[in-house]
T-cell receptor, first 109, second 116 residues
Framework: GENVEQHPSTLSVQEGDSAVIKCTYS??????FPWYKQELGKGPQLIID?????GEKKDQRIAVTLNKTAKHFSLHITETQPEDSAVYFC????????FGAGTRLTVKP | GAVVSQHPSRVICKSGTSVKIECRSL??????MFWYRQFPKQSLMLMAT?????????EQGVEKDKFLINHASLTLSTLTVTSAHPEDSSFYIC????????????FGSGTQLSVL
C-alpha cells in the first residue's frame, strides 16, 4: 500500500520567513495530494491540494509543488505569520488517503 | 469547502459505558465516510471506511465489535465505542467525501474521548 513520509517533524521560523515541508510517497499510481492544517484540539482543515496532472499550484501565500518522477511534493508558505503555527499533514491518495506523520510549524513573532 | 459537523467535541465517561460520536455532512451527500484515531502529537490513524448503506471496512487491528460504525444515510455516520476502557481515550476524527466534493476529503472537528 501507499507509504507517505514527511519531513521535518518540527520546524521553527521567524515571522516573515518562508517555511517548506516535504513529503515523499511510494505508490506511483497516487494521483491526489492534499495538505491539511490542524490546530490544537481541532480537526484537520484542507488548505491546498494538487493533482498528478499539475506540477505547481499557488493560493496567496501557500504553494504546493509536485515532482511525479521523484515521487515527492512540497508545501511552501511565504511571509509566515504567527497564526500559521499549527501541525501540517501531507497526504497521498489513489483510492484511499494515507497521511504523513505531520510537521509542527512554529512561527515566532 | 464542504462542511462536516462532528459531535460531541468532548466526552468524559466511566469505564464500561458506551459512547456514540456523530458525524454529519451538512451541505453535501457523503457517499464515503472515514473514522480516524489520533494520539497526542501523532498522525491520523485510519480506523475504518464506511460507504452509505453497507458495512464498514475496518483496518487491520481495529476491533469491529469494539468500534461500531453505522452509515445509514448519506449525511450521517456514527461511531460507537462499546464498553469503553481508559486505553480507548483518544481524539477521534471523522471525514467525508462525496458528490460535489470533487473527491476531496473534509474533516469534522474531532471528539476528545476520556474514559475514567
Amino acid at each position: 500500500g501507499e507509504n507517505v513520509e514527511q519531513h521535518p517533524s518540527t520546524l521553527s521560523v521567524q515571522e516573515g520567513d518562508s517555511a517548506v515541508i516535504k513529503c515523499t510517497y511510494s505508490d506511483s499510481a497516487s494521483n491526489y495530494f492534499p495538505w491539511y492544517k490542524q490546530e490544537l484540539g481541532k480537526g484537520p482543515q484542507l488548505i491546498i491540494d494538487i493533482r498528478s496532472n499539475v506540477g505547481e499550484k499557488k493560493d496567496q501565500r501557500i504553494a504546493v509543488t509536485l515532482n511525479k518522477t521523484a515521487k515527492h511534493f512540497s508545501l511552501h508558505i511565504t511571509e509566515t505569520q504567527p497564526e500559521d503555527s499549527a501541525v501540517y499533514f501531507c497526504a497521498a491518495s489513489i483510492n484511499d488517503m494515507r497521511f504523513g506523520a505531520g510537521t509542527r510549524l512554529t512561527v515566532k513573532p | 469547502g464542504a462542511v462536516v459537523s462532528q459531535h460531541p467535541s468532548r466526552v468524559i465517561c466511566k469505564s464500561g459505558t458506551s459512547v456514540k460520536i456523530e458525524c454529519r455532512s451538512l451541505d453535501f451527500q457523503a457517499t464515503t465516510m472515514f473514522w480516524y484515531r489520533q494520539f497526542p502529537k501523532q498522525s491520523l490513524m485510519l480506523m475504518a471506511t464506511s460507504n452509505e448503506g453497507s458495512k464498514a471496512t475496518y483496518e487491520q487491528g481495529v476491533e469491529k465489535d469494539k468500534f461500531l460504525i453505522n452509515h445509514a444515510s448519506l449525511t450521517l455516520s456514527t461511531l460507537t465505542v462499546t464498553s469503553a476502557h481508559p486505553e480507548d481515550s483518544s481524539f477521534y476524527i471523522c471525514s467525508a467525501s462525496g458528490a460535489g466534493t470533487n473527491e476531496k476529503l473534509f474533516f469534522g472537528s474531532g471528539t476528545q474521548l476520556s474514559v475514567l
